[in-house]
């Protein structure tokens, strides 16, 4: 990722100005290995600032234009949340974070340890130090970078188990103020342990907000993590997560994404597949219907014999915005890399747009990479076919739509969680006008 | 006194401002079953989209007149609900629709339409499986995606099984019997025989005459450049297979 030289906007200057206010009031300030990681990725994120759409990465979504207004660092949140997430009912120890602050545990948590990031200290464990900002903190992630300099909140979780359950229910109440939030997942999973991670994003309120989330996943040799992750804010919401992957020998990450709602927001996923035999599985799925839903991934196959997979399909309707950007770079020497992509979006309206970017670094022989992209209205002959059985237009034009997303949805999940998505999925789609059976 | 079930009456119909109907005339009685044959690019296929209503096939002239009706302003769902009925030659693949899904939700659809009462999963389902039987369809392939990955022989059955759920007045077979080895042909042709009916009105289209050795039609009709060039009894069906439709344009 290149990033060009720009003139400061006043907006990007913001984050440099709350960190020259405020470093010493972040929590684990005086942490010297803490405060190391902190300043370089803050020359990180100053690289591009709060990237525009002349920074090469970012030329779809440009961030800094839809940044209106100063905004300012969110606050611990006192008061009740009842909010219990789209995955509420489903088994696992749920996580309530408030503007990125861990708020709430509910449920036990063994063989998974926990550490509250917006109030660590000198007593800090080792596996935090040896993880914590090592990952989703660099230039090609800027968003990234802040999370961590600007780090006011989050978690950091080690699974040692198998069959680990956890949900990570992120809440935005709406506040008096405009308000950025910058915080930290950090996740170890350990060798041959696994976690089902069901993530979460909500948000009320008409004021403009940014979570900045910087999530980074360490999977050990054998390690398993399986992501469903459902993002479903207020149209005047901005969001932004960059999530970091390491991935040791036969580890494997499989995720589906749901972006469902925003002003904008930006899914930046770095899987880096460090081992033999390691596996990334993504799926994602966005309805985005005035906003921009973007998600740009980066496979990084740095070792012989790893496989990445990814089919993302999005619903555009109104005047929304899908963007799909993915980078495949198999690295010299990762002979037996595998990697396959597929992007497509139906388009609902002469308004809607989506762009799709793959992109292909081989450094290696003996390598398959694929990829597809196939962006589109919905299929005039399946619309005559249901039409011609008596199933009325907009009933028929749902069914296809909804049929369109669950190729990337029903195989990956199980029934739970899978109606869980699509009470969500359904709500958006009949936002965007359709009818849906 | 004949009660017609479709009446088709000088019928032009354009594609993209292409004239390729020029001028059908042709009526089928309640009760019967007729036959339409025509060589590739004749326009059989023009002729049972426009009665399907698919949008893009422009009635420039003439009218169709269904159980008395003008059928031509009709949207597509609501000539189903009415009783019409287009087996498709190229039935459409909908991956990430189960075809019991799919059935269910078009039978109730229709049902929905006329002001009758929905049927429940259970019944829906009995309904479907007594109708399958016959046609050889089992409970897995109602499971699968709609079409996806059938073979010929499955998508053919499938319609004909549409046809026998949906009980239509007028069924429309566009060449349905493309693609289909002989036992498969046997098979649909049987389906569609045990839907012949004094109530229902079926129009076969087909370039071959092998079809209408097992659905014997009541009358012929043969289609070249866009008109009904000739008609008769099913034994013009034999005669076309010996002479070929180069003969019959020229008388």
């Not at chain 1, 993880?131 to 300099?149: D, I, N, R, T, V």
């Not at chain 1, 195989?411 to 009818?435: C, K, N, P, S, Y």
């Not at chain 2, 009709?221 to 005669?239: F, M, N, P, Y």
Request: charge should be negative.
């Amino acid at each position: 990722m290149t990033a060009l030289a720009l003139k400061p906007l006043s907006r990007t200057d913001l984050f440099q100005e709350d960190f020259a206010a405020n470093a010493a009031e972040l929590p684990g300030a005086g942490l010297a290995w803490l405060d190391k990681r902190r300043a370089k990725a803050l020359d990180a994120f100053a690289a591009t600032g709060v990237p525009n759409r002349r920074v090469e990465a970012w030329k779809y979504t440009d961030l800094a234009a839809a940044l209106e207004s100063p905004l300012e660092p969110a606050t611990r949140f006192q008061g009740a949340i009842h909010e219990a997430g789209a995955f509420a009912g489903i088994a696992g120890t749920r996580l309530t974070l408030v503007s990125g602050f861990l708020h709430a545990v509910d449920g036990p948590a063994q063989d998974i340890d926990i550490v509250d990031l917006g109030a660590i200290g000198a007593k800090t464990p080792d596996w935090v130090k040896d993880h914590l900002g090592l990952l989703a903190a660099g230039p090609e992630q800027p968003l990234g970078a802040a999370s961590l300099a600007l780090m006011r909140g989050g978690l950091a979780l080690r699974v040692r188990a198998s069959n680990a359950a956890l949900h990570l229910n992120f809440v935005n109440p709406a506040r008096r103020h405009d308000f950025v939030s910058h915080s930290r997942i950090l996740i170890v999973v350990e060798e041959g342990a696994s976690l089902r991670l069901l993530e979460s994003h909500g948000g009320e309120g008409t004021g403009q907000s940014l979570t900045n989330l910087g999530v980074e996943l360490n999977l050990k040799p054998g390690a398993r993590l399986e992501h469903v992750r459902l993002q479903s804010e207020s149209e005047t919401a901005l969001h932004v997560t960059s999530i970091a992957a390491a991935l040791e020998r036969n580890a494997g990450y499989r995720a589906l994404y749901a972006g469902l709602g925003a002003k904008l927001s930006r899914l930046d996923v770095v899987v880096q597949l460090n081992g033999p035999g390691a596996e990334a599985n993504l799926r994602n799925v966005s309805a985005p219907n005035a906003g921009i839903s973007d998600v740009t991934t980066v496979m990084d196959h740095a070792s012989p014999h790893t496989t990445s997979r990814q089919l993302f399909k999005s619903v555009v309707g109104g005047r929304g915005r899908s963007v799909n950007q993915g980078r495949v770079l198999v690295r010299e020497g990762a002979v037996k890399s595998d990697s396959h992509q597929l992007f497509k979006a139906l388009l609902l309206s002469p308004r809607a747009e989506a762009d799709a970017k793959p992109e292909l670094e081989i450094f290696a022989d003996d390598v398959i990479c694929g990829h597809g992209t196939a962006i589109g209205a919905l299929d005039a002959d399946a619309l005559f076919y249901l039409r011609s059985r008596g199933i009325p237009e907009a009933e028929s034009k749902g069914l296809l739509i909804r049929a369109f997303l669950e190729d990337a949805i029903e195989d990956f999940v199980d029934t739970a969680i899978h109606d869980a998505l699509w009470r969500r999925l359904d709500a958006a789609l009949t936002a965007m006008g359709q009818e849906l059976k | 006194m004949t009660e017609w079930m479709l009446e088709i009456d000088n019928l032009h119909v354009a594609v993209d401002g292409k004239e390729i109907l020029k001028g059908i005339t042709l009526s089928i009685p309640t009760g019967e079953v007729h036959a339409v044959m025509g060589p590739n690019g004749s326009g059989k296929s023009t002729l049972s989209y426009t009665l399907a209503g698919r949008e893009g096939y422009e009635i420039t002239r003439g009218r169709i007149l269904y159980q008395g009706e003008d059928l031509t302003k009709l949207a597509p769902e609501e000539r189903a609900t009415r009783g019409v009925f287009l087996a498709l030659q190229y039935p459409v693949e909908i991956p990430g629709v189960a075809t019991l899904t799919f059935l269910k939700t078009a039978l109730n659809a229709q049902r929905r339409a006329r002001r009758e009462t929905e049927l429940d999963a259970m019944r829906v389902l009995k309904l479907i499986r007594e109708k399958a039987k016959a046609l050889n369809i089992g409970e897995e392939m109602l499971k699968r995606p709609l079409n996806a990955g059938f073979s010929g022989g499955e998508k053919k059955r499938l319609e004909i099984l549409q046809m026998a759920i949906f009980e239509p007045k007028l069924a429309i077979l566009d060449e349905t019997d493309s693609g289909l080895d002989i036992d498969a042909l046997k098979l649909v042709a049987e389906g569609v025989n045990a839907l012949r009916a004094p109530t229902r009105a079926m129009l076969v289209i087909t370039h071959y005459q092998r079809l209408l050795t097992h659905i014997v039609p009541n009358r012929v009709h043969v289609l070249t450049k866009g008109r009904i060039v000739k008609s008769g009894g099913s034994d013009l069906a034999l005669e076309l297979e010996a002479s070929g439709y180069e003969n019959v344009e020229a008388a």
